[in-house]
């Protein structure tokens, strides 16, 4: 009976809306914090009220967990199934841990990723986080695809730009590299210009780079992203659809009219048989 009064207690709680509110509100006040602690002169005149701001964004963290806890007082195991709960209890317990402590950069890491609690508390976010990881699969063959492509117009333009500028195609991975940044086609006019000087092919080879690279594999990857927001939305649609509750009378009736129904069909069985065995008597007759 306690667990179940802890649970609901909880669960009106977490159900608020103020309580996202809040926790975002903590999020982001953590985050200020970090950010200013990377000014010396801030550090320097207020470092102990950044400290103690610190300790009390923990503490609410600390709270928020165990009110998420709390919701699952009756099933405790059911809080460990949502990874989101666990990625917070090691954000939180992490920096507690001997050896964590007194790692001054692993500490701000693990501050820096609280930040990373705010896509739980909206599913607008939720959204995208999910459908960024949709899109990984999509994403390898992508990036497969542009590290082909950019290899083999390295390769020609190691042989046809190689002698002329060293700096820029001396070798493969200078090369892959120069065209890597010619994706943003910043420079790519005095880059075609230079090219020109070289040979007259260099308007062919940067045409069809740009188009096969900076426009074509572009859009490819804008498509292969909105395809898995397009999933992300959908399923979190399906899961917000909740069952109609079923009427017990209504279900009731449904099962008096299926059992009727069997009983009918069975007399009729009977009654059939019993007309089949009266014909040969009376023919015999």
């Given at each position: ?12 709680v977490?159900?608020?809306?103020w ?6 509100a903590?999020i982001?006040?953590?985050?200020v914090t ?5 000014y ?16 009390v964004?923990?503490?609410l ?5 165990i009110?998420?806890?709390?919701r699952?007082a009756?099933h ?7 990874g ?5 209890l090691?954000v939180?317990v992490?920096p507690?841990?001997?050896?964590v402590?007194e790692n ?6 693990l ?5 990373v609690r705010?896509f739980r ?7 995208i986080l999910?459908?960024i990881?949709h899109s990984?699969?999509g994403?390898g063959?992508?990036l ?13 333009g190691w042989?046809?730009f ?6 820029r ?7 892959m590299?120069?065209?890597?940044l010619l994706?943003s086609?910043d420079?790519?006019?005095d ?12 308007v ?7 188009v096969a690279a900076?426009y074509?594999l572009?859009?490819?990857?804008v498509g292969l992203?909105l395809t ?6 959908e399923a979190e649609r ?5 069952p109609?509750p079923?009427?017990p ?5 449904e099962?008096n009219?299926?059992e009727l129904?069997?009983?009918?069909e069975?007399l009729e069985r009977?009654?059939?048989e019993r007309?089949v065995t ?5 023919v015999?007759?």
């Amino acid at each position: 009976m306690f667990r179940k009064l802890v649970a609901s207690r909880c669960a009106s709680v977490a159900a608020a809306p103020w309580f996202n509110v809040a926790s975002f509100a903590v999020i982001m006040i953590n985050a200020v914090t970090l950010g200013l602690e990377t000014y010396p002169a801030v550090v320097a005149a207020a470092g102990p009220l950044l400290h103690a701001i610190e300790y009390v964004c923990v503490a609410l963290f600390s709270l928020e967990l165990i009110i998420r806890f709390g919701r699952h007082a009756e099933h405790p195991a059911g809080f460990f199934r949502d990874g989101w709960n666990l990625f917070d209890l090691a954000v939180i317990v992490a920096p507690l841990l001997p050896g964590v402590r007194e790692n001054v950069t692993l500490l701000r890491l693990l501050r820096l990723a609280r930040i990373v609690r705010t896509f739980r508390l909206f599913p607008s976010l939720r959204v995208i986080l999910v459908g960024i990881r949709h899109s990984l699969p999509g994403l390898g063959s992508f990036l497969l695809v542009t590290a082909l492509l950019l290899y083999g117009y390295a390769i020609l333009g190691w042989m046809m730009f190689g002698a002329a500028y060293p700096e820029r195609y001396g070798t493969v991975g200078q090369a892959m590299l120069t065209l890597f940044l010619l994706l943003s086609l910043d420079g790519i006019t005095d880059t075609l210009q230079a090219g020109r000087e070289v040979t007259g092919w260099a308007v062919l080879y940067y045409v069809s780079y740009m188009v096969a690279a900076c426009y074509l594999l572009t859009n490819l990857l804008v498509g292969l992203v909105l395809t898995a927001l397009q999933e992300a939305h959908e399923a979190e649609r399906a899961s917000r659809v909740k069952p109609e509750p079923i009427n017990p009378d209504q279900a009731s009736v449904e099962r008096n009219l299926a059992e009727l129904r069997s009983a009918l069909e069975a007399l009729e069985r009977q009654l059939g048989e019993r007309s089949v065995t009266k014909v040969p008597e009376q023919v015999s007759k």
